[in-house]
């Protein structure tokens, strides 16, 4: 017999919460809840949280109290291989186990994780579960790009929204990395005036890209050791890949959304006057740094993502 599982700690006492409890506690629960945020940890802990209280509260014996995750009648779904991807065949094998009867409580959950790595075939078959939902079940679809998802399927389950989790985390090397890129620009905008200086600051971006890359891979790697540990020991090998892959993905989503930060951090005292070259070239800095990252999302790769745009900034930020 196992603890009942917390709500994440930054949640406690908001509203979200309080109308799932209540909701639990009334047994008026919707069958399929959409979880929304910036963060995919943060809305596996809510869904854990609810699948817990929805299993063990509807156990014929408090002996049989297992981790959402270990329990026999908590079944899960998630993206497979280097694509992550959750084809139709996995989808329909999803659909088959919830449809039978509870092994051990009354009550089934369903966690989709990242539902919009559904293909469209998976998405076709799920929306007909959630037209026609089992009985005695509760569907929980998890993803930070809801509007991904078919507006059918949204339409049909009651979503939540929860803030991202504060982290703490920081790879080893990311704050030297940053310091170096303030550094950098810095040298830019006090101008580059022979072929020398030229040299080294391209020098000195493809350095910062090389770093970069060492940085992200010994994060994910450090990630991924204790992500392991807490993942169920009948997990496939395709389901592991997309998970370590997703974890790479969001990784390299936070450290340029830092990026990011450090760019207008540093232009502030920069825009504190008249100084429309450094008001437009932070502009023009932040719009290239998007349209990487949206370039991210179609598999460029990290590294080609940030020369395109340290080599752009190397242009927008340096005084002739």
């Not at 139709?88 to 186990?97: V, Y």
């Not at 169920?232 to 998970?243: C, T, Y």
């Not at 429309?276 to 740094?289: D, P, Q, S």
Request: proline share 6%; with cysteine.
């Amino acid at each position: 017999m196992t603890a009942p599982v917390s709500w994440p700690p930054s949640l406690l006492g908001t509203p979200s919460v309080a109308v799932i409890e209540q909701a639990i506690t009334r047994r008026r629960l919707s069958h399929s809840l959409l979880l929304t945020g910036g963060d995919l940890d943060t809305l596996v802990l809510v869904a854990q949280a609810i699948a817990d209280r929805l299993l063990s509260g509807q156990t014929a014996s408090t002996a049989h109290r297992f981790p959402p995750d270990q329990h026999p009648d908590c079944y899960a779904l998630r993206p497979a291989g280097k694509m992550r991807q959750i084809s139709a065949d996995a989808t329909r094998t999803l659909i088959t186990k919830v449809q039978t009867s509870g092994s051990v409580s009354a009550h089934k959950v369903a966690i989709v994780y990242e539902c919009d790595r559904m293909n469209v075939a998976a998405a076709n078959v799920f929306l007909k579960t959630l037209e026609e939902p089992p009985a005695h079940t509760t569907l929980l679809l998890l993803t930070t790009r809801p509007y991904s998802l078919l507006p059918t399927i949204r339409s049909r389950c009651l979503s939540f929204r929860f803030p991202t989790a504060p982290s703490s985390y920081s790879p080893d090397g990311w704050s030297a990395w940053l310091d170096d890129y303030r550094a950098w620009l810095a040298r830019l905008v006090e101008g580059i005036s022979d072929k020398r200086a030229v040299a080294d600051a391209l020098m000195a971006a493809y350095g910062l890209i090389a770093r970069f890359g060492a940085v992200l891979d010994f994060a994910t790697d450090e990630v991924w050791k204790l992500q392991k540990e807490k993942l169920p020991p009948d997990l496939g090998d395709d389901e592991q890949v997309a998970i370590e892959t997703g974890i790479a993905n969001g990784l390299r989503a936070r450290l340029f959304i830092e990026i990011e930060h450090a760019t207008r951090t540093f232009a502030l005292p920069y825009l504190s006057g008249t100084e429309l070259t450094a008001n437009r070239a932070l502009t023009a800095a932040i719009g290239k740094l998007e349209q990487v990252v949206g370039l991210l999302r179609l598999n460029l790769n990290e590294s080609a993502a940030l020369e395109d745009f340290l080599l752009t900034s190397l242009r927008l930020w340096t005084r002739k």
